[in-house]
Protein backbone atom coordinates (compact mmCIF):
# COMPACT_ATOMS: atom_id res chain seq x y z
CA UNK A 1 0.00 0.00 0.00
CA UNK A 2 1.30 3.10 -0.86
CA UNK A 3 2.45 5.04 2.61
CA UNK A 4 1.24 8.77 1.42
CA UNK A 5 -2.28 6.78 2.05
CA UNK A 6 -1.47 5.10 5.19
CA UNK A 7 -0.32 8.34 6.36
CA UNK A 8 -3.17 10.05 5.79
CA UNK A 9 -5.65 7.42 7.36
CA UNK A 10 -3.72 7.51 9.83
CA UNK A 11 -4.30 10.84 10.56
CA UNK A 12 -7.69 11.24 9.87
CA UNK A 13 -8.57 8.48 12.46
CA UNK A 14 -6.61 10.71 14.60
CA UNK A 15 -8.76 13.56 13.66
CA UNK A 16 -11.75 11.93 13.98
CA UNK A 17 -11.25 10.43 17.04
CA UNK A 18 -10.27 14.11 18.72
CA UNK A 19 -13.44 15.56 17.43
CA UNK A 20 -15.43 12.73 18.80
CA UNK A 21 -13.77 13.01 21.90
CA UNK A 22 -13.86 16.59 22.44
CA UNK A 23 -17.71 16.46 21.02
CA UNK A 24 -18.21 13.71 24.09
CA UNK A 25 -16.50 16.29 26.77
CA UNK A 26 -18.87 19.03 25.33
CA UNK A 27 -21.50 17.09 25.67
CA UNK A 28 -20.93 16.03 29.16
CA UNK A 29 -19.90 19.04 30.39
CA UNK A 30 -22.93 21.00 29.41
CA UNK A 31 -26.07 18.42 29.17
CA UNK A 32 -24.96 15.83 31.71
CA UNK A 33 -24.59 18.17 34.19
CA UNK A 34 -26.39 18.30 37.77
CA UNK A 35 -29.28 21.20 37.00
CA UNK A 36 -28.09 24.66 38.68
CA UNK A 37 -24.00 23.38 38.19
CA UNK A 38 -23.48 26.05 35.70
CA UNK A 39 -24.68 28.87 37.88
CA UNK A 40 -23.26 27.49 41.18
CA UNK A 41 -19.05 27.40 39.37
CA UNK A 42 -20.22 31.07 37.99
CA UNK A 43 -20.96 31.98 41.90
CA UNK A 44 -17.42 30.50 42.27
CA UNK A 45 -15.73 32.68 39.95
CA UNK A 46 -17.38 35.69 41.52
CA UNK A 47 -16.95 34.83 45.20
CA UNK A 48 -12.95 34.26 44.31
CA UNK A 49 -12.85 37.34 43.20
CA UNK A 50 -14.66 38.85 46.34
CA UNK A 51 -17.78 39.82 44.02
CA UNK A 52 -20.36 38.62 46.70
CA UNK A 53 -23.64 40.39 45.50
CA UNK A 54 -23.31 38.55 41.82
CA UNK A 55 -21.73 35.38 44.00
CA UNK A 56 -24.86 35.28 45.84
CA UNK A 57 -27.25 35.89 42.78
CA UNK A 58 -25.59 32.90 41.52
CA UNK A 59 -26.22 30.71 43.86
CA UNK A 60 -29.55 32.01 44.77
CA UNK A 61 -30.12 31.00 41.15
CA UNK A 62 -29.06 27.95 40.71
CA UNK A 63 -30.87 26.78 44.06
CA UNK A 64 -33.87 28.11 42.62
CA UNK A 65 -33.27 25.60 39.80
CA UNK A 66 -32.12 22.66 42.36
CA UNK A 67 -33.04 23.46 45.59
CA UNK A 68 -30.91 20.74 47.03
CA UNK A 69 -27.25 21.85 44.99
CA UNK A 70 -25.08 20.97 47.94
CA UNK A 71 -22.06 23.34 46.09
CA UNK A 72 -24.84 25.64 45.96
CA UNK A 73 -25.52 26.25 49.38
CA UNK A 74 -22.52 25.95 50.50
CA UNK A 75 -21.63 28.87 48.23
CA UNK A 76 -24.20 31.27 50.09
CA UNK A 77 -22.52 29.94 53.30
CA UNK A 78 -19.03 31.30 52.24
CA UNK A 79 -20.57 34.47 51.33
CA UNK A 80 -22.56 34.56 54.55
CA UNK A 81 -19.40 34.07 56.38
CA UNK A 82 -16.91 36.51 53.90
CA UNK A 83 -19.16 38.78 54.77
CA UNK A 84 -19.43 38.25 58.93
CA UNK A 85 -23.31 37.37 58.99
CA UNK A 86 -22.39 34.96 61.09
CA UNK A 87 -25.85 33.94 62.53
CA UNK A 88 -27.27 33.62 59.13
CA UNK A 89 -24.37 31.12 58.44
CA UNK A 90 -24.68 29.22 61.39
CA UNK A 91 -28.34 28.52 60.32
CA UNK A 92 -28.30 27.51 56.95
CA UNK A 93 -24.70 25.31 58.19
CA UNK A 94 -27.09 23.73 61.15
CA UNK A 95 -29.90 23.13 57.92
CA UNK A 96 -27.10 22.03 55.75
CA UNK A 97 -25.51 19.68 58.36
CA UNK A 98 -29.09 17.99 59.00
CA UNK A 99 -30.13 17.63 55.29
CA UNK A 100 -26.88 15.68 54.18
CA UNK A 101 -26.44 13.33 57.79
CA UNK A 102 -29.89 12.49 56.69
CA UNK A 103 -29.44 11.83 52.82
CA UNK A 104 -26.06 10.69 52.75
CA UNK A 105 -25.04 7.10 51.36
CA UNK A 106 -21.77 6.35 52.91
CA UNK A 107 -20.06 5.66 49.23
CA UNK A 108 -21.11 9.42 48.53
CA UNK A 109 -17.61 10.86 48.85
CA UNK A 110 -18.35 14.04 47.59
CA UNK A 111 -21.31 14.48 49.60
CA UNK A 112 -19.04 13.40 52.90
CA UNK A 113 -16.79 15.96 52.31
CA UNK A 114 -19.18 18.79 51.86
CA UNK A 115 -20.58 17.32 55.46
CA UNK A 116 -16.70 17.78 56.67
CA UNK A 117 -16.92 21.00 55.30
CA UNK A 118 -19.57 21.93 56.63
CA UNK A 119 -18.67 21.04 60.03
CA UNK A 120 -15.37 22.89 59.46
CA UNK A 121 -17.03 25.75 58.71
CA UNK A 122 -19.49 26.00 61.43
CA UNK A 123 -16.75 25.92 64.00
CA UNK A 124 -14.89 28.32 62.15
CA UNK A 125 -17.98 30.70 62.82
CA UNK A 126 -17.81 30.06 66.42
CA UNK A 127 -14.38 30.51 66.58
CA UNK A 128 -14.84 34.22 65.40
CA UNK A 129 -17.77 34.40 67.86
CA UNK A 130 -15.54 33.59 71.05
CA UNK A 131 -17.64 30.53 71.31
CA UNK A 132 -14.14 28.04 71.09
CA UNK A 133 -15.32 24.81 72.95
CA UNK A 134 -17.61 24.44 70.25
CA UNK A 135 -15.37 24.75 67.28
CA UNK A 136 -13.40 22.27 69.08
CA UNK A 137 -15.89 20.15 68.38
CA UNK A 138 -17.31 20.80 65.37
CA UNK A 139 -13.45 20.89 64.29
CA UNK A 140 -13.10 17.04 65.61
CA UNK A 141 -16.41 16.59 63.79
CA UNK A 142 -15.34 17.50 60.55
CA UNK A 143 -11.72 15.76 60.59
CA UNK A 144 -13.50 12.54 61.44
CA UNK A 145 -15.50 12.74 58.48
CA UNK A 146 -13.03 13.50 55.94
CA UNK A 147 -9.89 15.05 57.08
CA UNK A 148 -8.51 15.21 53.57
CA UNK A 149 -11.46 17.39 52.46
CA UNK A 150 -10.64 19.95 55.49
CA UNK A 151 -6.70 19.22 54.88
CA UNK A 152 -6.76 23.70 53.80
CA UNK A 153 -6.18 25.04 50.31
CA UNK A 154 -4.34 23.31 47.48
CA UNK A 155 -0.49 24.05 46.25
CA UNK A 156 -1.83 26.90 44.17
CA UNK A 157 -3.72 29.12 46.51
CA UNK A 158 -0.41 28.52 48.69
CA UNK A 159 1.47 30.22 46.08
CA UNK A 160 -1.02 32.70 45.51
CA UNK A 161 -1.95 33.44 49.19
CA UNK A 162 -0.15 32.05 51.72
CA UNK A 163 2.32 29.01 52.03
CA UNK A 164 1.37 28.12 55.53
CA UNK A 165 -2.11 28.87 55.97
CA UNK A 166 -4.05 28.12 58.93
CA UNK A 167 -6.15 24.68 58.71
CA UNK A 168 -8.74 23.05 60.52
CA UNK A 169 -6.13 20.19 62.22
CA UNK A 170 -4.01 23.05 63.15
CA UNK A 171 -6.71 25.06 64.71
CA UNK A 172 -7.88 22.09 66.50
CA UNK A 173 -4.88 20.78 68.45
CA UNK A 174 -3.79 24.81 69.45
CA UNK A 175 -7.51 25.38 71.01
CA UNK A 176 -7.09 21.52 72.42
CA UNK A 177 -4.03 22.92 74.16
CA UNK A 178 -4.92 26.21 75.02
CA UNK A 179 -8.36 24.66 76.57
CA UNK A 180 -6.64 22.23 78.76
CA UNK A 181 -5.08 25.11 80.94
CA UNK A 182 -6.48 27.68 83.55
CA UNK A 183 -8.51 30.19 82.02
CA UNK A 184 -6.57 32.85 83.18
CA UNK A 185 -3.58 31.65 81.02
CA UNK A 186 -5.55 30.74 77.86
CA UNK A 187 -4.49 32.26 74.99
CA UNK A 188 -7.61 31.31 72.36
CA UNK A 189 -7.58 34.34 70.07
CA UNK A 190 -4.30 35.17 68.05
CA UNK A 191 -5.32 37.86 65.48
CA UNK A 192 -2.21 37.54 63.08
CA UNK A 193 -2.76 33.72 62.73
CA UNK A 194 -6.88 34.03 62.96
CA UNK A 195 -6.65 36.56 60.10
CA UNK A 196 -5.61 33.33 57.98
CA UNK A 197 -8.71 31.27 58.50
CA UNK A 198 -10.44 30.43 55.53
CA UNK A 199 -13.49 28.83 54.84
CA UNK A 200 -14.29 25.40 53.14
CA UNK A 201 -15.90 24.56 50.13
CA UNK A 202 -15.40 21.57 48.58
Same mark, same amino acid.
Request: net charge negative; no cysteine.
Given at each position: MNPLVIRRFVFLMFIAFALTGGT?????????? /????????????????????????????????????????????SVLIATDRHDEATAELRSLIAYLEETLSEDDATGLGTLAAAYGNLGIVHDR???????????????????????GPGIIDRVLH? /?????????????????????? +? +?????????????????
Open positions: VIFYDSFFER /PPGDYETERGSMYLSTRNFGDAMDNFDEGLRINPDHRGARMGRINNRHELALENYIEALKIDAEAVED /PSPSTIRKRAEYLYVELKKPKD +Q +QVLRKPEMDAKSRDYKP
